[in-house]
């Protein structure tokens, strides 16, 4: 059985211990503020996580952009140089172009290796959500899972991990085309706060509506007691827009409310929180649906 490594990117939100200890690449998507280009990465080398947010509370606009193919060929063809074989855990596809990207850069190597195996998997996840389904595939691999079984596996799992989120409001989600005018009406009004999750073709949803912060997110943890399996026992990843306080309180709650023993928590990084903004706060989980 050839080995493999497991490659995904930034928009797992992972921290640089996380990344170390699961012993994955991960591959930096970018950012543009102000004119200038920044990579995601998890060590903060082009910008540290806490200047990005304070940047867009001052009202500066980040944009983003995808790995392109010729990124993906010259990372792949390092690791298949040396003999290894490829599972790539791709950002959404109904979220950006990457997935795409990386299936254009494994068809024209796959001409050039015929004796490798390249996989790609469409995670349809975001965040600590792509993140939670890259951390299970660890485990499954660490188990001895050949790479063809893993693939398999994956597709089976990816619609388990379950999303939800709120956000402080909609406009950076709006402004990148991620909701619709309509929707981001709901992010403008005094005290309504926005409830969304990531349905099963990888997009994003606006749900439901909340009236205040704390309501908002009385609701996820209620998502999490009603679809989560066998939430003592399994981990239950937590991300934030820059609002750790809050994320802490959630941790406490699942904890002491589900008897739950494994959280992660985790800064939502510039590509992803680009456009959902200061101030979300992301529950994930492996549910009995989305």
């Known amino acids: 059985m050839s080995s493999y490594v497991i490659i995904t990117d930034s928009t797992t939100d992972f921290s640089s ?49 995808q790995i392109n193919p010729d990124d993906f060929i010259k990372v792949f063809k390092r690791h298949l140089d040396n003999g290894m074989d490829i599972l790539y855990i791709a950002f959404s596809s109904g979220l950006s172009g990457t997935y795409s990207s990386a299936v254009i850069a494994s068809d024209e190597l796959k001409h050039q290796y015929p004796d490798r195996k390249i996989i790609i998997v469409d995670s349809l996840c975001a965040s600590l959500g792509e993140g939670l389904l890259v951390y299970l595939a660890v485990k499954e691999k660490r188990k001895g899972t050949d790479i063809e079984s893993l693939g398999k596996w994956l597709e089976n799992k990816k619609k388990n991990i379950c999303h939800w989120f709120t956000v402080d409001d909609l406009y950076h989600l709006h402004r990148g085309g991620r909701v619709s005018a309509a929707s981001a009406l709901f992010g403008s009004m005094l005290s309504i706060k926005p409830i969304l999750h990531v349905d099963n073709a990888g997009k994003l949803v606006l749900v439901s509506k909340a009236r205040g912060r704390k309501k908002s997110v009385d609701i996820l943890i209620e998502k999490l007691g009603k679809t989560g399996l066998d939430l003592e026992n399994q981990e239950i990843f937590i991300s934030h827009g820059d609002c750790e306080e809050e994320a802490q309180r959630a941790a406490d709650i699942v904890r002491n409310k589900y008897g739950v023993k494994n959280v992660l928590l985790n800064m939502i990084g510039p590509v992803i929180g680009s456009h959902a903004g200061p101030g979300t706060l992301a529950i994930f989980f492996q549910g009995t649906e989305r």
């Open 17 to 65: 211990d996380m990344i170390n200890q699961l012993e994955i690449e991960v591959l930096p998507l970018k950012f543009t503020i102000a004119g200038k280009t920044y990579g995601d990465y998890a060590d903060g080398r082009d910008m540290e996580i806490k200047e990005f947010y304070k940047r867009l509370r001052s009202g500066e606009a980040s944009v983003t952009s």
